[in-house]
């Protein structure tokens, strides 16, 4: 399956196995046979592909998929293009069958799904047509996909150079802090303590009881970054572990969400977008969720993405800058951390997690279980981060975020680019579909004999006995 790439992108026939090994548990296909995804979601997002010529005539691939053969007088790429239309997926999607997470297209639809027939020597003007139209406006996605590329990378230099201390190097030679990262790392600990120390006493005071003999001493350390292996820091840096910034950390709420009901909203994985929080596509939790006001979204907070079936996703990052709208909490796949220094620490935290840095150290300790990417709070707390001045801190995130602003716009423009390239594909698909493309030929023989002699081919090859196995659909 992933051989094949989605929105009708090509296939990769290089894989080269011994026969023994594929001819049992695999499906057979041709040079110019279609291929297309059987499940959701690859046949949604367009898992299609024209055989090109095979090497030894013959291949094998994934039983997921349907594999269709064109007769002699329907052109293979006429198919190919026609299965592309994101109609016909919408249509397929409607009339798919099996349970939840397995839905399938059934052979039986798909044989009996309807595809217009126009006459040879017009198919041939249409594919022609289609494959100039369609190869131009390729190039351009290729080029916009190129950009795009070029901005990801772009936009990771400038966080590896902020969380290595290279976009404020010569700051440094002309400023000196009055606090440095040891000393604002020592004021945090500090501070740490004694929240959790007031917090205790005022559980004890609830309680009406006297604080116990050496209660003090269950205050819980938080853990030591690990700095084996880790470079050189900036003079006046200090590595710190994010448990030593965090004032508190925590799951998400499990109770179900809908959008239509009234509870607090509860952000989602989608809400959490290059380190920004997006409010515009939330669910409400369906029933009371118990909370205590300081326990909900508060500036210094930090959302972290815990679970999901691409590792990528896992450790995405988001952090709360302001006061939000109401009263926000977070579903049970994010993970909550709330730091002590609420002007900055959290946004230079946040960078750090969506740095290369960042990135590698999660990726290699994400557990993976049943398809899915894992990171625990306990282990995400273990980060080491790398902590500056907080002057520093503010001088370098000012900058950085200066210059992500240009590129998230550029990012957005490229974007909205792509979906109209999308679009465009598509109404270039639908006017080739519905005979709007080309100039039509009095002289063409009518599609009507087209299909009766495909009729007459059925009727010929119906009245031989089949041989018993699988073969490809034929389609009309």
Not at 95 to 119: F, K
Not at 242 to 263: F, I, P
Request: charged letters at 25%.
């Amino acid at each position: 399956m992933s051989a094949v790439t989605e929105e009708f992108g090509g296939i990769d026939i290089s894989a080269r196995r011994p026969l023994g090994d594929v001819q049992k548990g695999y499906t057979s296909f041709l040079t110019n046979d279609v291929l297309l995804a059987k499940i959701t979601p690859c046949m949604e997002n367009g898992k299609l592909a024209l055989v090109p010529p095979l090497q030894d005539h013959l291949a094998f691939g994934s039983t997921e998929f349907h594999v269709l053969r064109a007769k002699d007088q329907v052109q293979p790429s006429w198919l190919a293009y026609f299965l592309s239309q994101s109609a016909f997926r919408r249509l397929a999607r409607q009339n798919m069958t099996g349970s939840a997470g397995q839905l399938r297209v059934a052979t039986t639809w798909l044989s009996d799904a309807l595809i217009p027939v126009a006459p040879a020597t017009e198919q041939t003007r249409i594919v022609a047509k289609l494959e100039e139209l369609l190869s131009d406006l390729d190039a351009g996605v290729a080029e916009l996909k190129a950009a795009q590329k070029k901005l990801a990378q772009y936009r990771q230099s400038l966080l590896k150079a902020a969380v290595e201390g290279a976009l404020t190097a010569e700051w440094r030679t002309q400023h000196q802090p009055t606090e440095t990262g040891a000393q604002l790392l020592q004021r945090i600990l500090q501070e740490r303590r004694a929240r959790w120390e007031a917090r205790q006493r005022a559980k004890f005071a609830e309680q009406g009881k006297t604080p116990p003999k050496d209660w003090q001493k269950k205050y819980p350390e938080p853990v030591q970054p690990d700095t084996t292996d880790l470079p050189e820091l900036p003079q006046g840096w200090v590595w710190a572990s994010l448990d030593q910034l965090a004032l508190d950390s925590s799951y998400g709420t499990s109770v179900k969400c809908g959008y239509e009901s009234q509870g607090a909203s509860v952000l989602r994985i989608p809400n959490v977008i290059a380190r920004k929080l997006v409010l515009d596509d939330l669910k409400f939790a369906s029933q009371p969720l118990d909370l205590h006001k300081s326990e909900y979204l508060a500036p210094g907070d930090i959302l972290v993405v815990r679970t999901n079936g691409s590792v990528s996703l896992v450790g995405r990052a988001a952090e709360v800058t302001e006061p939000l709208p109401g009263d926000f909490y977070f579903a049970s796949y994010l993970l909550r951390v709330r730091c002590l220094e609420t002007s900055v620490v959290h946004r230079w935290v946040s960078a750090l997690l969506a740095s290369r840095q960042g990135r590698s150290w999660i990726e290699s300790r994400a557990a993976s279980s049943a398809g899915q990417h894992n990171l625990s709070l306990s282990t995400l707390l273990t980060i080491p981060i790398p902590l500056p001045p907080i002057v520093e801190q503010a001088e370098a995130m000012n900058a950085l975020e200066a210059v992500l602003l240009s590129v998230s716009e550029q990012e957005q423009f490229l974007d909205k680019s792509l979906q109209q390239s999308t679009a465009q594909r598509q109404n270039i698909l639908r006017a080739a579909f519905s005979g709007q493309l080309v100039a039509q030929d009095p002289h063409d023989e009518p599609a009507s004999a087209l299909l009766e002699r495909i009729r007459a081919e059925r009727a010929a090859r119906d009245a031989v006995k089949k041989p018993r196995g699988r073969k490809a659909q034929e389609a009309a």
